[in-house]
């Protein structure tokens, strides 16, 4: 098929990610990057299963939602044809990464694309205040369910068209400072390190593994009423983004569903920022 030929076809392919299947962290909030993620996927035609860990959000100081809602709310924006399926799994969990790729597989069949937006909030601090436990129990859900969950979501990819996988890092590449979140930051920053490693063995089997910074995104911890840091900390991280205004979740959401999609194919091994110029 020549060039052009492969340009019309995709002219004509309104729902670009129709007959695939997204496997997607996080999601347990509607005004979470995952759920920005979903949505867009699902209005570019793919079949999702959700993973949300309700207890972590109802401890944090934004809350958590009812997941009925959040489901509800994606279900709406799926194309026809397409499924969708769900479960709380507690990543946290040595075998909480094997039991996300078997559950989605049982529930939708083959997985075209893995997103680990998930993340643990909390619990952290300072070098002075690190301990062996806040150092582990970030690792445990950040970095460890991400590359023991991407290797099992390579497993049962059979090589076909379309395999990708996004994770998450944190602004630190970009010389951000995060000194009051050694752990979170340290468990991020083992994704983006490793990314290109990895990618080169993913794409030997048709899987392209990407990593997005996402940068400050206002899921609610940067509202004055829900924050988990003070107003003034607030009002200086505002004040270094050049366009005056937060990430919204839609930000990086962009960027992912491009990823995904096969506009996104050539791009392997990287680590980029969606961050407004944040620095």
């Not at 996927?41 to 993973?51: P, T």
Request: proline letters at 5%; aromatic letters at 6%.
């Amino acid at each position: 098929m020549t060039p052009e030929h492969r340009n019309a076809e995709h002219a004509l392919t309104p729902l670009p990610l129709a007959g695939r299947t997204a496997v997607i962290t996080g999601v347990s909030r509607r005004q979470g990057i995952g759920f920005a993620v979903a949505s867009r996927l699902a209005r570019m035609g793919a079949s999702l299963f959700l993973a949300h860990y309700s207890p972590h959000d109802a401890d944090q100081p934004w809350g958590a939602d009812s997941i009925d809602d959040v489901v509800g709310g994606l279900r709406d924006c799926l194309a026809d044809g397409a499924q969708l399926a769900h479960a709380s799994i507690d990543l946290a969990d040595a075998g909480g990464a094997g039991q996300l790729i078997r559950d989605a597989a049982a529930a939708l069949g083959h997985l075209d694309i893995l997103i680990c937006n998930h993340a643990r909030s909390g619990g952290d601090g300072p070098l002075e205040d690190m301990t062996a436990g806040k150092l582990d129990a970030h690792w445990r859900v950040n970095a460890r369910s991400t590359i023991l969950a991407t290797r099992d979501f390579a497993l049962q990819h059979d090589g076909r068209p379309g395999g990708r996988v996004v994770w998450m890092t944190s602004g630190q590449i970009n010389g951000g400072i995060m000194e009051d979140e050694i752990a979170y930051a340290t468990s991020k920053a083992a994704l983006a390190g490793i990314t290109p490693s990895v990618a080169a063995d993913l794409v030997r089997r048709g899987i392209a593994l990407n990593t997005v910074n996402p940068g400050p995104v206002n899921t609610g911890y940067l509202d004055v009423d829900t924050a988990d840091r003070p107003p003034e900390v607030l009002a200086e991280v505002l004040s270094r983004f050049p366009g005056g205004r937060f990430g919204e979740p839609d930000d990086p959401a962009r960027l992912i569903a491009w990823l995904v999609s096969d506009e996104g194919r050539w791009i392997v091994g990287q680590v980029l920022s969606s961050d407004g110029g944040f620095r």
